[in-house]
């Protein structure tokens, strides 16, 4: 019986020293310098990283546009209905400039024929939603066209990388796991920031396209609504 305690206190005080140095290692792998971590990446990583500050500078420029010139304002129809329904041309012309927004311009070229043939009319109104239209999808190709690059230049990354491994190993004979995983980890990391940049740009893409949809939608409304103000004169 002696002796069985006096092995648990050595055995006892041993575990813990075991467990103690192992868990050093644990936390010490927790606390990770991310950014040099990314650098491991191989050079590939800084055109990535160039890529995507540029998206996230796109994105959130186009979004101040778009929710600037898609402003859906409805007082402003109801507003001009007003006008024309007194007569008051350029009151209702001096509304739809004062919105600034894509709906009030394409609402002010087609005042401005009021008079006209209605064909004239719409002609014009179509021409200018074309433009705003075109003015909030300006920028979007960029998003498209990192959206192909990004991930591209990580797979670049990595191939390059793995080429770069192997051909350590045909000159050092030395093929054991260590080397090969240590190095391959780092030039994956090309490839997941390719990855998620494509789809930060890809997303944004898409997301945009489908506000300007919805914009496309309520212009046709308005333009309806417009040409029935001065033909029924509702």
Known sequence: ????????Q???PAAAADSTATAAPAVAAQSV???SLLMKGGVMVIPILLLLFFTIYVIIERALYISRAGKENDALINEVRMHLGSGKLEAAQLAASKANTATGNILESGISLIGRPLSEIEGMM???TNVEISLMEKKLGWLGLVAGIAPILGFIGTISGVI???YTISITENISIGSISGGLYEKMISS???LI???V???GYHYFNMIIDGFALRVQRAVIQFVNIITVGK
């Not at 002696?2 to 092995?7: T, Y």
């Open 1 to 8: 019986m002696m002796n069985l305690i006096f092995l648990l």
């Open 10 to 12: 050595d055995t006892i």
């Open 33 to 35: 310098n991310y950014f």
């Open 126 to 128: 179509e021409k200018q």
């Open 164 to 166: 770069k491994i192997f």
């Open 192 to 194: 997941g920031l390719g």
């Open 197 to 199: 940049v494509g789809v």
């Open 201 to 203: 740009a890809y997303s």
